[in-house]
């Protein structure tokens, strides 16, 4: 069935350093392809999404391509701040059903 | 109140006790969705209701009863629950189901079976 992975964390940075965080997937057919993101305390917030092949989301200075030819949809941030901690969760939509990763812990350091 | 709130935030029952989650949605959406996280777990969709029917039920034991008397308001009723059941319990909501439409989380609600 459909999948996704992501990388275990949680993942410690630096303030202003270059963050990416790995998500592949599998599924049959062309799913839809989400970022969340989940603040300490709340639920979870759409970050960015990309609808086909090739599409870029982008929000808030995070980004991430659907790669079809690597079923990947990486996301990255050039710069990365303080405020920028949480959990993000990258998900998939296909054949009418929603499948989420598991999750990866960010934290980032002043 | 704006969003998808949630209460109460937090819930400690044994496992005799029979509580209920409340969530209300104030975004006019007709789609209503419980989910459960657990630790080091993905997220699992447990229900699904659209215009007040319930369109999806991931095989959820039936200690937990869901209610959606209308579009904006959904209960998850519990019952001789296990500790393993313990989690983080999100709802969301959307324009329409199909996973289609962004969803909107509330805050959750932390329980823990004792």
């Known amino acids: 069935g459909d999948s996704v992975t992501q990388m275990e964390g949680p993942v410690t940075l630096s303030e202003e350093a270059f963050l990416t965080i790995n998500c592949t997937y599998t599924a049959t057919g062309y799913p839809s392809l989400f970022w969340y993101v989940q603040y300490p305390g709340e639920g979870l917030q759409l970050l960015l999404k990309a609808t086909k092949a090739d599409d870029k989301g982008s929000n808030k200075g995070f980004e991430a391509t659907y790669r079809k030819e690597t079923t990947s949809f990486h996301l990255e941030k050039g710069s990365v701040q303080v405020s920028d901690s949480a959990v993000y969760f990258c998900a998939l939509i296909g054949d009418d059903k929603i499948i989420f990763g598991k999750g990866t812990r960010l934290h980032i350091l002043p | 109140e704006t969003g998808v709130t949630q209460t109460p935030r937090h819930l400690v029952m044994g496992m005799t006790n029979k509580k209920s989650l409340k969530c209300e949605q104030h975004l006019g959406h007709n789609a209503m969705y419980w989910y459960k996280q657990s630790a080091k777990k993905p997220l699992e969709l447990m229900f699904v209701y659209n215009f007040k029917e319930q369109t999806e039920n991931n095989s959820v034991p039936s200690r937990f009863s869901p209610e959606c008397p209308n579009s904006s308001h959904l209960f998850l009723h519990l019952h001789t629950l296990q500790p393993e059941d313990s989690a983080l319990y999100l709802c969301?909501?959307?324009?329409?189901?199909?996973?289609?439409?962004?969803?909107?989380f509330g805050p959750g609600t932390r329980l823990t079976v004792l």
């Open positions: 969301a909501s959307s324009q329409s189901s199909g996973f289609t439409d962004t969803q909107y």
